[in-house]
């Protein structure tokens, strides 16, 4: 009976257990699928969101497909930056004859090789009339020193002789940069003079602080020149192109120029000129002419302060008394501004004075006169001739495609008192013009120019008036070379 019973408990109680598995078993089974399918749900709204944003970058990708497509440049290097600032600058229009080309190519610019100039025709009716080798400038000290010395008045003329070519290089050395400068032109002068003929005009290199060569001297400043199309320029400006050596040592917004110049001058006999004992003179240079500068450049425009000093020697080689051999010294300061009224008007202005400086003037004839002395043992002697130079122009922009220039210059000199009567003493220079600009490489002008002549002591002086027509074609092609 007890068997039996513990065997009956046992059944049940198996039972239950078995029971109490499988209802685990099936509630564990439909919480799985409850959790299975809650899964689902979120995998679904998931995989929905991507195909949304799949939907969205292809609408994208095909937008910018539609788009035209623009290739990335690389970096220009320092060669290109170089040669696009240097064909920007050929390109300005308004920049006067003179400064053509005559900025520095930009520093760390590896290696360039610049070739520019222009082709120049200039045309028109002399009025007056002049010495013929100087045909187609106004020169007062080539106008007529007494009446009908170059023939009658009024004459056409034209020629090319401003026509001009040039080559600058710049190129990064272990010293610094260094840059050389080659130009010529057609104008012929000295022996050459009136003929259409290869004129030397720069020679030049730098390296760093030092320059030498043939160039502009330290003691002009190239910015005064206006922006006109008569040759010669202002009589009254500092204006020399000489060899030399030149030291640097602050250049930028505040320059400092020093240099060493090739010695020369000029006399006049004068009065004396037939004397046989002035036959025998001859020139002596001990030292070279020193000339310098200090500038500043601002925003309002630049001025420059020059200075120079020189010796002048000569030597009578004829043992017989008098011994005329003797020695002067030269000397002058030159003060000179561009003034930027508006963005459209800039004044270039100059003046200059000294005494034996007369050949680094643009228009002046002698450095040194003679004087007389009143000792019969040594009856004359030469003197240095003072010497004033103004210059005071306006350069006006119209418009992109039309400027002026006007302005007004002279040369006023000391003579001494054995200059003969019809010695240059005075000279007045002045014009104005229209100048128009078809495209930026291309002028087309047209000025009126006035030249005056006062001689020494005669009471005699002559004008001259002109007007010119001028047309100019520029160029520039550069290349680069990385190193």
Excluded: C
């Excluded at 259409?196 to 760093?208: C, D, Q, S, V």
């Excluded at 002419?289 to 309002?300: E, K, N, S």
């Amino acid at each position: 009976m007890t068997h039996a019973l513990i065997r009956e408990w046992s059944k049940s109680v198996g039972f239950l257990l078995a029971a109490a598995m499988l209802s685990g078993m099936f509630v564990q089974r439909a919480n799985a699928q409850a959790d299975q399918g809650t899964q689902l749900q979120q995998l679904q709204t998931k995989l929905e969101q991507m195909e949304q944003q799949m939907q969205e970058l292809k609408q994208q990708i095909s937008s910018m497909q539609q788009q035209p497509q623009v290739q990335e440049l690389p970096a220009p290097t320092k060669v290109q930056q170089a040669l696009d600032h240097v064909i920007s600058e050929q390109a300005d229009a308004h920049v006067p004859m003179e400064e053509v080309a005559n900025a520095p190519l930009p520093p760390e610019s590896g290696t360039t090789l610049d070739f520019y100039g222009f082709a120049m025709l200039d045309t028109g009716y002399d009025f007056a009339t002049n010495n013929p080798n100087w045909f187609d400038v106004v020169r007062p000290t080539q106008l007529n020193a007494y009446p009908g010395e170059y023939g009658p008045d009024g004459k056409v003329y034209a020629g090319v002789r401003q026509t001009r070519f040039g080559v600058k290089t710049s190129t990064d050395t272990p010293l610094g940069l260094m840059s050389t400068r080659f130009e010529f032109e057609l104008f012929g002068t000295g022996v050459d003079a009136g003929q259409t003929t290869f004129r030397l005009r720069h020679a030049w290199g730098e390296l760093g602080a030092i320059g030498a060569g043939q160039t502009w001297s330290p003691f002009m400043d190239i910015d005064v020149f206006p922006n006109t199309i008569e040759y010669w320029g202002p009589n009254g400006m500092v204006f020399y192109r000489n060899v030399q050596v030149r030291w640097m040592p602050l250049r930028g917004r505040n320059q400092v120029y020093i240099a060493a110049e090739r010695p020369g001058a000029t006399a006049d006999q004068g009065q004396y000129g037939d004397f046989i004992e002035l036959q025998h003179i001859q020139p002596q240079f001990t030292m070279p002419d020193i000339t310098g500068h200090v500038r500043f450049d601002r925003d309002w425009g630049h001025l420059q302060l020059a200075g120079i000093f020189r010796k002048i020697s000569w030597v009578d080689t004829n043992p017989a008394p008098p011994n005329l051999s003797d020695t002067v010294y030269g000397w002058g300061v030159n003060v000179s501004s561009n003034l930027k009224f508006t963005s459209k008007d800039i004044a270039k202005l100059q003046v200059v004075y000294g005494h034996a400086i007369e050949n680094y003037m643009n228009d002046a004839p002698v450095d040194v006169g003679i004087q007389t002395t009143g000792n019969p043992a040594s009856p004359i002697k030469g003197v240095p001739l003072p010497v004033l130079g103004v210059v005071s122009f306006i350069d006006h922009t119209w418009s992109p495609r039309f400027t002026s220039s006007a302005g007004y210059s002279l040369v006023n000199i000391q003579n001494a008192d054995g200059d003969l009567p019809s010695a240059f003493h005075q000279g007045d220079y002045a014009v104005g013009n229209l100048l128009f600009y078809p495209v930026k490489q291309v002028m087309i002008g047209t000025e009126f120019q006035f030249g005056r002549r006062v001689n020494f002591a005669n009471g005699f002086n002559t004008n001259d008036y002109r007007l010119q027509f001028s047309f100019r074609y520029d160029w520039a092609k550069a290349f680069g070379f990385d190193r």
